[in-house]
């Protein structure tokens, strides 16, 4: 489309030739005639001076470059936009295959697109408009809002409850048994039934090979809008904010609390039973031995005000010369 168009689209300023053909998306460093690009992180800002690409997204208040601009407040965003002009999310005809096994006791929305092999257990309800692709299972009396989408072998335990928009990537399971045995006295350990069920609210997106798993008495639950990497584990009974991110490989013990707009990066892991506030992040391969105050940003295991821990490990990496000035101090 014309580059006045895309703009239009993308709700930004064009500085230069409106009337150039864009065909496509690109990242900075490879884009070329014909696409748009962008710069969010100031790191890439020389690759904008010598970009081949038509056009960059670029904040309002960007140098001055030789390729034309759409100046937006929020680059990456728009960009996230253009890439879904250009690349739309492919669409499922609403419609049964005829492989899948559904439970005369299911409610099935209109507009769903049930896939091959599909299960759907006793009592399940799947809103309107919901896509399970091939394999997908959704155990008895799971309820699944308006919207979803279940990429294959994706797994809906029972009771379990899905908001509107919810998406589970490949091999997502929300509602496993959480982790719970109680020892006997002759050492064995017995398992501890897991009564309680796992709640998404609407646009959590659960995604490759992650677990959220129940609780033993109580529901875990995830607030809406928040986004769950892959390979995470939610800990029975905790409990997840609104719009908060957790990234690859987090790990929360169970009873954890955290907050809304919260990130958690890669790795980081939570013992149980603490409470992490609004708005902290923890940085990556952080160990979270207790409570955080809302608004914090924490470092290292155990981890602590990242600014401290900064410092604290610029001075380990002078570990070595500081002992050899005190052995050398009479």
């Known amino acids: ?31 070329g005639p014909g696409q748009l690009t962008f710069v969010a992180n100031p790191k890439y800002t020389p690759f904008a001076r010598t970009t081949r690409a038509a056009a960059v997204l670029v904040t309002e208040d960007f140098p001055q470059i030789a390729a034309t601009t759409l100046r937006t ?3 990456y965003l728009a960009f996230a936009r253009a890439i879904d002009v250009f690349h739309p999310a ?25 896939g091959a092999y599909v299960v759907i257990g006793a009592g399940a309800v799947i809103g309107q408009g919901t896509a399970l692709l091939p394999h997908v299972v959704i155990y008895p009396k799971a309820r699944l809002g308006k919207h979803c989408f279940a990429h294959a072998h994706a797994v809906v335990r029972e009771s379990c409850l899905l908001g509107d928009g919810v998406i589970l990537q490949n091999g997502a399971v929300v509602g496993p048994d959480g982790y719970g045995f109680a020892k006997e006295d002759g050492g064995t350990w017995h398992k501890i039934t897991q009564s309680g069920a796992v709640v998404l609210g609407d646009r959590v997106e659960v995604q490759a090979n992650s677990c959220i798993d129940r609780a033993s008495v109580g529901n875990t639950e995830i607030g809406s809008g928040t986004k769950i990497d892959n390979l995470v584990q939610v800990g029975h009974g905790s409990t997840v904010g609104e719009n908060t991110l957790l990234c690859a490989q987090v790990g929360l013990a169970g009873s954890s609390h955290v907050g809304n707009n919260v990130v958690l990066a890669g790795q980081v892991g939570v013992v149980g039973h603490s409470f992490i506030g609004d708005g902290v992040v923890v940085t990556a391969q952080s160990g979270v031995p207790g409570d955080v105050a809302p608004g914090s940003v924490i470092s290292g295991s155990p981890a602590f005000e990242h600014r401290r821990w900064m410092r604290s490990v610029a001075a380990f990496s002078r570990l070595p010369e500081l002992v050899k000035q005190i052995h050398k101090k009479p």
């Open 1 to 31: 489309m014309k580059l006045a168009e895309l703009a239009s689209l993308l709700d930004a300023t064009c500085h230069g030739d409106a009337d150039q053909e864009i065909t496509g998306v690109e990242g900075i460093e490879k884009a």
């Open 73 to 75: 407040p929020n680059p």
């Open 90 to 114: 492919p669409q499922y005809a609403p419609g049964i295959h005829p492989t899948a096994v559904i439970d005369p006791s299911a409610t099935i929305g209109e507009d769903v697109h049930i």
